[in-house]
């Protein structure tokens, strides 16, 4: 069963786009956000932060950061919040006015450019803390008001959900007892889709679909689903809910969950830190030398430029038609396409690493202890430990094999 698009967004009178518009900077204060914003003991609401309205960009007062178009669709909400963030700062010229949902992948892409600006000195360090500063202050003095969190209505097992669920597990129930992954998943999904569109129209559905909400919601009122087997020698579908109630068959299922949470902070996390000890202790003799240094090596690397080189290669040196760049964001996408030269530490010839070959990410960064770096793979390891303790789903992924390898005549 397909989730429907939300129902449309309400439209903004011009009183209301009025009042929007000839806000200034300093009068984004928390008192002018719940006037605006909040809804009123009576139930009534000067702006709807969801409303949408066309924006003309000629109307706007001030320094605004870059806009999509001179006139494009937007909402109230997202009006002020790249206003109050972006606009009358000195580090506007490198922002571009967001017209998406505010949610953890946005702003670590909004971080990302900000981090990536300073290292390309375009904006100072203090830019950027004060970027931090309104971004806590406007999203600690809006969150009680603008974004509704978990309600009981989420957690209500509906006639149509337990209806819908008894007749997949009926259709499907050689499958599940025969723990066929993919009918497992499918099963759980199709749940969680009539629960999400049964409450498409709930004032949380937004707080729901940022994250790791959404999955509380499907364990509690939908089922657990997909979990190990504590013994670490298999798999179980556990298909009862914690709002309907857990059969006496998967009591223990739902027991290991909580084991295997315990034993992954408890045994899991010795692993993943012993091993960073070993990387720190292997590595840290590996280091930058001086700023400025160049090895002379003639070797480099064969490599193309295409929409992983920022991720791979940023502030690399490399070579292009007898011109050396350092690939930044402006220099990747001039090269796009391009097989280039890179200079690599595989093939440097000094006692340290050189600047030249090291590239300048580490020198910008002021950090020359370069091996000590290799400690992010045991910390990601541990991490992922860590979070196992809260969650104990299995997930799967379906591969296209041909994406990964090629075909040699």
């Avoid at 003095?141 to 509906?158: H, I, M, P, R």
């Avoid at 749940?191 to 679909?209: H, T």
């Avoid at 034993?263 to 400025?292: Q, V």
């Avoid at 379906?398 to 990964?404: A, N, Q, S, V």
Wanted: glycine share 6%.
């Amino acid at each position: 069963m397909a989730v429907e698009k939300r129902k449309a967004r309400p439209r903004l009178s011009e009183k209301q786009i009025e009042h929007i518009l000839s806000v200034t900077n300093e009068g984004i204060t928390k008192q002018w956000l719940r006037d605006t914003f909040a809804i009123s003991d009576k139930g009534t609401q000067l702006v709807p932060w969801e409303g949408e309205f066309e924006l003309d960009t000629t109307k706007i007062t001030g320094t605004m950061p870059k806009m999509p178009s001179s006139k494009f669709m937007t909402t109230a909400g997202r009006y002020i919040v790249n206003k109050f963030l972006f606009a009358n700062a000195e580090y506007t010229k490198i922002c571009t006015y967001c017209n998406e949902p505010m949610n953890s992948k946005m702003v670590s892409k909004i971080q990302n450019n900000f981090l990536k600006s300073m290292l390309e000195q375009t904006i100072t360090a203090a830019n950027y803390v004060d970027f931090l500063n309104k971004l806590c202050w406007i999203a600690f003095s809006s969150v009680n008001f603008c974004l509704s969190g978990l309600n009981t209505g989420l957690f209500v097992e509906s006639p149509e959900l337990i209806k819908a669920r008894n007749k997949l597990f009926k259709e499907n129930k050689e499958k599940l007892e025969n723990l066929d992954l993919v009918a497992c998943k499918t099963v759980d999904k199709v749940c969680n889709d009539i629960v999400m569109e049964e409450n498409k129209d709930n004032k949380a559905i937004d707080f729901i679909n940022a994250g790791d909400a959404k999955k509380f919601v499907g364990v509690t009122t939908v089922m657990r689903g997909l979990v190990p087997d504590s013994t670490g020698y298999g798999l179980r579908f556990v298909g009862s809910s914690l709002q309907g109630g857990i059969q006496p068959e998967e009591i223990a299922a739902y027991a290991d969950t909580g084991i295997l949470g315990a034993k992954s902070r408890g045994l899991d996390t010795r692993t993943s830190g012993y091993l960073t000890k070993k990387f720190n202790s292997a590595f840290s003799h590996i280091m930058l030398d001086e700023p400025g240094t160049d090895c002379k090596t003639k070797c480099k690397l064969k490599v193309k430029i295409d929409n992983d080189a920022e991720k791979d290669f940023y502030l690399r040196y490399a070579y292009y038609g007898g011109k050396e760049y350092i690939l930044t964001r402006e220099n990747i996408a001039k090269l796009m396409g391009k097989e280039v030269q890179l200079r690599s530490p595989m093939f440097c010839t000094g006692d340290k690493i050189c600047n030249k070959c090291a590239g300048e990410l580490y020198y910008r960064m002021d950090n020359r202890f370069m091996g000590l770096a290799c400690a992010r793979i045991g910390n990601n390891l541990l991490q992922a430990s860590l979070k196992s303790f809260h969650d104990s789903t299995v997930k799967i992924s379906e591969i296209d094999i041909d994406k990964y390898t090629k075909k040699i005549d």
